[in-house]
Nanobody
Framework: QVQLVESGGGLVQPGGSLRLSCATS????????MGWYRQAPGQQRELVAT???????NYAASVKGRFTISRDNAQNTVYLQMDNLKPEDTAVYYC???????????WGQGTQVTVSS
């Protein structure tokens, strides 16, 4: 059974920072594109950032320059460093693993990020 274990969410003031982590197995980490998505109340889930096994990254326009996705191959973990957070970043953040050929996709359980003063 594939597991994506997320951590790092919480409450932060506008302008603050948080780092999300997502740990998985070596097989998943080596062959899947890892990504972060988010879903705010009443809205559809949207892409935040992705990173390939070769460290190619992609970001949503709304987070570019503020968020950084990275991966630690030794720990089979992907991170999302979120800086200069805004209230509109408030959402449940989900880790995702996607096989580019088969399109098999796995999701984490989600972690709440709330940006509020």
């Amino acid at each position: 059974q594939v597991q994506l274990v997320e951590s790092g969410g919480g409450l932060v003031q506008p302008g603050g920072s948080l780092r999300l982590s997502c740990a998985t197995s070596r097989t998943i980490f080596s062959f899947y594109v890892m990504g972060w998505y988010r879903q705010a109340p009443g809205q559809q889930r949207e892409l935040v950032a992705t990173i390939t096994s070769r460290n190619y990254t992609n970001y949503a326009a709304s987070v570019k320059g503020r968020f950084t996705i990275s991966r630690d191959n030794a720990q089979n973990t992907v991170y999302l460093q979120m800086d200069n957070l805004k209230p509109e970043d408030t959402a449940v953040y989900y880790c995702n693993a996607l096989h580019q050929v088969t399109r098999t996709s796995y999701w984490g359980q989600g972690t709440q990020v709330t940006v509020s003063s």
